[in-house]
């Protein structure tokens, strides 16, 4: 069975310019994160899907930053304009349920470079 | 502010020796504490939880242990070997499945 992919694995962009990130999770699994880790600091979490709603945008930054799951698939992320403080791992985990212990896969990650 | 703090940074254990990652956390409402391992060019991946029910969750190599009332876990990884090697992420769950990572830390097991 696949695991969670991502899509681009890098990508190096010029400040002001747009990035859209891409997340395909695990078949079946209703639920989708983002997580960005900045430059060796903790892991933090950004939005949180149910199907195609969201159930959780509290960790988004700011309103640069949207992200969508048409018909409850795959999920894209996008930056617009992007600064350097954007710059980053970007990963996306998937799961089947919402208990504690349902676990989370996540995708290689997406390392973006704002220049 | 940080909700989850990981202690060390970075790691380097003799092969055979005993690895320990210690992380602390402040929200009373987390209730269930995952370890994650990350390799690079890989995303993280679950290695072993625990519940605040429990004080110790044995798997393998890896335990966990945990103090309630201090707020602290702890990984040990006994027999460290090479191919243990790797990032290590404690994060903490508590309402909507969301993780919160502690820092990470960077284990180098020598040969």
């Known amino acids: 069975e696949a695991g969670v992919t991502q899509f681009p694995s890098h990508s190096v962009i010029e400040k002001g310019q747009t990035v859209t990130l891409r997340c395909d999770p695990i078949s079946g699994h209703d639920n989708l994160y983002w997580y960005r880790r900045v430059m060796g600091k903790e892991i933090k979490f950004l939005l949180h899907?149910?199907?195609?709603?969201?159930?959780?945008e509290s960790g988004m930054p700011n309103n640069r930053f949207l992200a969508e799951r048409t018909g409850g698939t795959y999920s894209t992320l996008k930056v617009q304009p992007a600064e350097l403080e954007d710059s980053g791992v970007y990963f996306c985990?998937?799961?089947?349920?919402?208990?504690?212990?349902?676990?989370?896969?996540f995708g290689p990650g997406t390392r973006l470079t704002v220049l | 502010q940080q909700q989850v703090k990981q202690s060390p940074q970075s790691l380097i254990v003799q092969k055979g020796g005993i690895s320990i990652i210690n992380c602390a956390y402040e929200?009373?409402?987390?209730?269930?504490f995952p370890w994650y391992q990350q390799f690079p060019g890989k995303g993280p991946a679950l290695l072993i939880a625990?519940?605040?029910?429990?004080s110790e969750k044995k798997e393998g190599r890896f335990t966990i242990s945990f103090n309630k009332s201090a707020k602290q876990f702890s990984l040990h990884i006994m027999d460290s070997q090479p191919g243990d090697s790797a990032t290590y992420f404690c994060?903490?769950?508590?309402?909507?499945?969301?993780?919160?990572f502690g820092q990470g830390t960077e284990l180098s097991v020598k040969p």
């Open positions: 625990i519940r605040p029910d429990v």
């Open positions: 985990a998937s799961s089947q349920g919402l208990a504690r212990g349902d676990e989370q896969f």
């Open positions: 929200n009373t409402a987390f209730d269930y």
């Open positions: 899907f149910v199907k195609e709603s969201k159930q959780d």
């Open positions: 994060a903490a769950v508590n309402q909507g499945g969301k993780l919160i």
